[in-house]
């Protein structure tokens, strides 16, 4: 006989719950960009326009496992985000930003 989900979830206990529910926002978390244009309702052809390139280019994007930064940055800018780039240590997070900063540095 098939369980209703709530009904398993309900005996679960409360870390078991807190851990699934870490797990499912990881997951949310870590797409890759077909699934990050997919979780947009943008489809291949619809992205082309946005970028002004033909469907078969967003394609061969999507399966590339290295990319310019600038590349995978006018990407995320025609699904309507912004790209960021952090550098994750143990005592802290930096953002790397790509552009000069104004002013004279020694």
Known sequence: MARKF???LNKMT???RARIK???????EELILAE???SRALTQ???AR?????Q???S???????????TLDGLIKAMGGKLEIRAIFPDRVVRISRHKRAGKRR
């Open 6 to 8: 709530k009904e398993l």
């Open 14 to 16: 409360p870390e078991r």
């Open 22 to 28: 870490a797990g499912a926002n990881r997951l949310r």
């Open 36 to 38: 990050l244009r997919e």
């Open 45 to 47: 052809q619809q992205l």
């Open 50 to 54: 946005a970028l002004r390139i033909n």
């Open 56 to 58: 078969a280019a967003v």
């Open 60 to 70: 061969k994007m999507e399966r590339r496992t290295d990319m310019y930064l600038s």
